[in-house]
């Protein structure tokens, strides 16, 4: 089944304690990108990546880290999590570039205390 | 400044009404639009997009948009509501200009609730 999957889905931490948000699509996808959801925001952008090795900042990039070594996967990295982390966060993947169908992952809720 | 701007945050409809959502957006050229839908406790989903051509374009469940460049607009049309499309819409615009080349840009959602 095509899809892209996320670990985990929910997760508890506290403030500082590094994590990783792990991104897999099975669909041979070139682009892959991040989102954080919070209510009467909408979904904005962390980091995208056009094919492996590139990634760019989306509009919220700080105190986000990615690395894109494989082309089926996207990494989410916190360093240093703080509180205004606490989020929902998706992962996405399309063929090509941002214009395709945009294929997103189940949601991982963060919470930071 | 440059946005996405979906008006309503929350609408009701009964089921079987129409249904239309706004979405309005401000850059300098007309970017490439998208609605996606978002079920509760689900990712989201692509109902349709729009990047040249006929300004009113068919999607997924029944849903179509109209795209009015004197408005910059793209608004999102249903003719008859189910109790099913009850879900949080997104309009998403990605600029086709400048060095903006992997930004896709979400505004900030429309809640639909259906009533009986």
């Known amino acids: 089944e095509a899809q892209v999957t996320q670990n985990p889905r929910y997760l508890i931490t506290v403030t500082g304690k590094k994590l990783t948000v792990t991104c897999s699509q099975n669909?041979?996808?070139?682009?892959m990108s991040w989102y954080r959801q919070d209510p009467g925001l909408g979904l904005r952008q962390i980091y995208y990546?056009?094919?492996?090795?590139?990634?760019d900042k989306g509009d919220v990039p700080e105190g986000y880290k990615v690395s894109r070594k494989e082309k089926r996967n996207f990494p989410l990295i916190l360093e240093s999590p703080s509180p205004n982390q606490t989020s929902l966060y998706f992962c996405?993947?399309?063929?090509?570039?941002?214009?395709?169908?945009?294929?997103f992952g189940p949601g991982t809720r963060l919470t930071v205390l | 400044a440059q946005s996405v701007t979906q008006p309503d945050i929350h609408i009701t409809v009964s089921e079987g009404a129409s249904l239309e959502l706004r979405c309005n957006y401000s850059?300098?050229?007309?970017?490439?639009l998208f609605w996606y839908v978002q079920s509760p406790g689900q990712g989201l989903q692509l109902l349709l997009k729009y990047f040249s051509g006929d300004t009113l374009v068919q999607g997924i469940k029944g849903f179509e948009a109209e795209f009015k460049r004197s408005q910059s607009s793209f608004n999102l049309r249903k003719p008859s509501v189910h109790w099913s499309d009850a879900a949080e819409y997104f309009c998403?615009?990605?600029?086709?200009?400048?060095?903006?080349?992997?930004?896709?840009?979400f505004g900030k959602g429309t809640k639909l609730s259906v009533k009986p």
């Open positions: 669909m041979n996808h070139e682009y």
């Open positions: 990546s056009m094919n492996v090795e590139v990634t």
């Open positions: 998403a615009v990605a600029l086709n200009y400048g060095g903006s080349q992997g930004n896709l840009i």
């Open positions: 850059y300098g050229a007309t970017p490439y």
């Open positions: 996405a993947s399309s063929l090509w570039e941002r214009t395709d169908t945009q294929y």
